[in-house]
């Protein structure tokens, strides 16, 4: 059964930083592309990053410059550097894991940016 599991959020003053990591296990046929999303209050879900199998990487437009995803595939993790946070980012993260047949997701972990 695939599992993965979000940590690294919580509160944090604007400017500041936090980094997410969403650790996965169990087998997933044929990885296409991992990444993290997420949601505010009132608004859909929304793209955070993605980074493919071949490493490529697409940043959401509000975080480009701010945010940098990484995998580590030793340890079967991956993280969201979240650098510069804005009010405006705060929202629940969800990691995601795209495979051949079936998409994963992760619980979420709370981001709150607040003076």
């Known amino acids: 059964q695939v599992q993965l599991v979000e940590s690294g959020g919580g509160l944090v003053q604007p400017g500041g930083s936090l980094r997410l990591s969403c650790a996965s296990s169990?087998?997933?046929?044929?990885?296409?592309?991992r990444g993290w999303y997420r949601q505010a209050p009132g608004k859909q879900r929304e793209l955070v990053a993605t980074i493919t199998r071949g490493g490529s990487t697409n940043y959401g437009d509000s975080v480009k410059g701010r945010f940098t995803i990484s995998t580590d595939n030793a340890k079967n993790t991956m993280y969201l550097q979240m650098n510069s946070l804005e009010p405006e980012d705060t929202a629940v993260y969800y990691c995601?894991?795209?495979?051949?047949?079936?998409?994963?997701w992760g619980q979420g972990t709370q981001v709150t940016v607040s003076s």
């Open positions: 995601n894991v795209k495979g051949l047949l079936n998409d994963y």
């Open positions: 169990g087998s997933i046929f044929s990885i296409r592309a």
